[in-house]
């Protein structure tokens, strides 16, 4: 069983920064894929980022690439999301999730996930 806490959410203005965490505990955290997913009110949870559970190159969706970069340390348990030239439809609740299926982008194929962290940013 793996846990997953966020943290890093908050207010901010559009073209600033937020860097967001997630501290994973009770697995083998280099077995699993993890991912960010996002969910404004009202709409689906989204596919934002992944990266393999070595650390490869990260997979975004279009609308975040130039924007945000996620890593991991594998040594920490931790991914991050810096997230960086916000924009307004940015805002919402953050979610980090860890998978062993290759399937990356869809949130079905993800077994654990956090509580997610708020983020809003503000025109």
């Known amino acids: 069983q793996v846990q997953l806490v966020e943290s890093g959410g908050g207010l901010v203005q559009a073209g600033g920064s937020l860097r967001l965490s997630c501290a994973a505990s009770?697995?083998?955290?280099?077995?699993?894929?993890m991912g960010w997913f996002r969910q404004a009110p009202g709409k689906e949870r989204d596919f934002v980022a992944a990266i393999s559970g070595s650390g490869g190159t990260p997979y975004y969706t279009d609308s975040v690439k130039g924007r945000f970069t996620m890593s991991r340390d594998n040594v920490k348990n931790t991914v991050y999301l810096q997230m960086n030239s916000l924009k307004p439809e940015d805002t919402a609740v953050y979610y980090c999730a860890a998978t062993i299926s290759p399937i990356y982008y869809r949130p079905r194929t993800y077994n654990y996930w956090g509580q997610g962290t708020q983020v809003t940013v503000s025109s």
């Open positions: 009770g697995g083998t955290f280099s077995r699993y894929t």
